[in-house]
């Protein structure tokens, strides 16, 4: 006696996945110019004096890039991006601004009516504790995004 199934085989059809954006985070940055000059993940975090799996975070939006690494990272990219992302950290988006307008930390805390010292602190420091009024003093400015002359 044979036995008589009523199923049929479908192979399952492949997703392909959608094409992400183009956020502007630094670590989007790091990642496009390590690509260009076909640098590994390995050797560019040596670079950096990270380890390899800090660098990859980076890269995926899963951690910012550490506020003293900046220096660093604006150095490997050889240019100052025009754009920034909201994943940034505060601090280095203001540092980033700063550059862009090539205002220095006084300029700034005078356009702001910030002291110096908290700005300074909020670029330098990753997770600090930053007044609601300061900050959205801050956003405000860099939000405008205007250019200084």
């Known amino acids: ?10 192979p399952k059809l492949r997703k392909i996945p959608k094409a992400k954006t183009f956020t502007h985070s630094l670590g989007e940055y790091i990642r496009h110019e390590r690509q260009k000059k076909q640098i590994s993940q390995e050797s560019l975090a040596k670079d950096f004096g990270v380890n390899g799996v800090a660098l990859s975070m980076w890269e995926l939006k899963r951690k910012p890039v550490h506020p ?11 240019f100052v991006p025009k754009k ?25 805390s005078e356009l702001t009516n910030i002291p110096v010292k908290e700005i300074t602190r909020i670029e330098t420091a990753r997770y600090c504790k930053i007044d609601n009024k ?14 200084i002359s």
Request: with cysteine; aromatic share 12%.
């Open 1 to 10: 006696m044979s036995t008589i199934c009523s199923f049929k085989l479908k």
């Open 68 to 78: 003293k690494r900046f220096q660093s990272v604006i150095d490997f990219l050889g």
């Open 84 to 108: 920034s992302s909201r994943f940034d950290k505060l601090g280095t988006r203001t540092q980033l601004w700063r550059l862009q307008n090539d205002i220095d930390i006084q300029e700034f």
């Open 134 to 147: 300061v900050s959205k003093s801050v956003e405000k400015l860099i939000k405008n995004s205007f250019v």
